[in-house]
């Protein structure tokens, strides 16, 4: 397709090219999601909700770096990131309408549900400081997530499977970037490493809560579909010490951080700072809830 | 009827890609299959990356060129297993990146059972400078422009370059 200007590509009819309330369709288009005998599926639906907003909040946070990142190249890398992310929440929340039947679609789901709904961890929601402080937050993100998404592909729900089949192919990369910038920042100048050793250490109060078990999650191992979190911390200790060694970085010892009455990200119980990011996700399209452009 | 079903699939072969579009979708290998029946064609296509944005345009180009080459009744339906891999890109399209100044990708990395190893120092795997055909090229950055280039740079001609990463 060719334009004589740039106004002329933009006004195009029928343009599936731009975002929310336009022509993006269905990421599941043509894929069997009928749910796996013997699973339930408002479980599934609220377990593709914590995977699918996990992605979708950790997104939100590295789309933030655009126009902020320290090099130009790591802003791009940073976006990128976020985009593949962006693309695992898309069918995850468009599973969990499937799942559960009520044939919610992503966008509602990510821009019309309120805090108390949303499922991610903590970690992923907490404010963008400095960039060592992003890193720490991404690498610790990832490193679990791909452990998660690599036990994930033998679920028993072969949507979930594939979903995760293709992320793992993805969230290595985003490992290896995180990973290699703490090296970068640890094994830098000593004020570099006192940066990204006080970001380690700010971030992992929020590191316990990724390795519980949730009531929904409990059942869904038992059915073949889910994966125990408890079983990830052992890999994941040892990708961190072995990223933390190569970057002079000491493993922190601090409390993690307790949730209200118990209750955590997974249970929709979120921080100060998860209202800030819904409002600047969702504002537009609950002002405009039937605008295209 | 087997000559309409190859005139359909002859039609979305044709279909390029937004991003690259010395490609086309059969060279990146994500034209997954094409069936007709009774003048109603299936197409399965297959996403690279998860948020690649140009699946949407690359279903919406698909049922463009169907249309206007007669098939009216046209869906488009995504696949989501095995997962792409740059190692269904073809000799063709291989040849077209480099063609382009992309160079293409070396054979995706092949996952032993057990944890995934992590990658800490500069990747060993060498790639050609699609201008002048050196070895002695640099990672400069593993994202570019899209999520499936990383940007490198020529030692000895001096020029940057993308290369198609392997996936």
Redesign the interface.
């Known amino acids: 397709m060719s334009f004589d200007n740039a106004y002329e590509a933009i006004t195009e009819e029928?343009d599936?090219?731009w975002a929310f309330g336009t022509?993006?369709?269905d990421?599941?288009?043509?894929?069997d999601t009928s749910v796996p005998r013997g699973v339930d599926g408002d479980d599934l639906a609220a377990y593709c909700l914590m995977l699918g907003d996990d992605a979708l909040i950790m997104s939100h946070r590295l789309q933030e770096w655009c126009t902020n990142a320290p090099e130009l190249?790591?802003e791009?890398?940073l976006a990128?990131?976020g985009?593949?992310?962006?693309?695992?929440a898309?069918?995850l929340l468009t599973r969990a309408g499937k799942a559960d039947g009520s044939d919610r679609d992503e966008d509602s789901h990510a821009f019309f549900r309120d805090e108390r709904e949303f499922r991610n961890v903590r970690l992923v929601e907490v404010e963008n400081s400095d960039f060592a402080y992003s890193i720490a937050r991404l690498l610790i993100s990832v490193t679990w997530r791909?452990?998660l998404l690599?036990r994930l592909t033998t679920s028993a729900d072969?949507?979930l499977?594939?979903?995760a089949?293709?992320?793992?192919?993805?969230v290595?990369?985003h490992?290896?970037?995180a990973?290699?910038w703490a090296?970068r920042l640890g094994d830098g100048t000593e004020y570099s490493r006192q940066r990204m050793q006080a970001g380690l250490d700010a971030v992992w109060p929020l590191v316990g809560e990724l390795f519980e078990l949730h009531p929904v999650e409990a059942r869904l191992v038992e059915a073949g579909v889910a994966v125990d979190p408890g079983g990830l911390r052992e890999?994941f200790d040892?990708?961190l010490a072995?990223?933390l060694s190569?970057a002079t970085l000491t493993l922190p010892e601090v409390a993690p951080r307790g949730g209200v009455a118990g209750k955590r990200g997974r249970d929709g119980v979120h921080t100060e700072a998860m209202g800030f990011i819904l409002a600047e996700l969702q504002s537009i399209p609950r002002a405009h809830p039937e605008a295209t452009w | 009827m087997v000559s309409i079903l190859l005139d359909a699939r002859a039609v979305a072969e044709t279909v390029t890609d937004p991003e690259l579009p010395m490609l086309t979708l059969a060279d990146l290998g994500v034209l997954r299959e094409v069936t007709e029946s009774e003048g109603a064609v299936v197409v399965t296509i297959t996403p690279t990356y998860t948020g690649c944005p140009a699946m949407d345009t690359m279903r919406d180009d698909l049922v463009r060129e169907l249309h206007a080459a007669g098939y009216h009744d046209v869906d488009v339906r995504t696949v989501l297993h095995p997962a792409w891999s740059t190692d269904w890109i073809t000799d063709a399209g291989r040849r077209k990146l480099a063609e382009a100044g992309i160079a293409p990708p070396g054979s995706a990395p092949k996952r032993a059972a057990g944890p995934i190893p992590l990658t800490l120092g500069p990747p060993v795997r060498r790639v050609r400078c699609p201008r002048c055909d050196s070895p002695d090229t640099d990672e400069i950055s593993r994202f570019s422009a899209t999520a499936c280039k990383a940007l490198r740079r020529c030692r000895a001609c001096s020029e940057p370059f993308e290369h198609f990463k392997e996936f």
Do not use: C, H, M, W
């Open positions: 029928n599936a090219r022509g993006f369709e990421p599941l288009s043509g894929v190249e790591d791009v890398a990128n990131i985009l593949d992310l962006l693309g695992q898309r069918l791909l452990s690599q072969p949507v499977a594939a979903i089949a293709k992320g793992v192919k993805e290595t990369y490992r290896d970037y990973a290699q090296v890999e040892a990708v072995q990223v190569a």
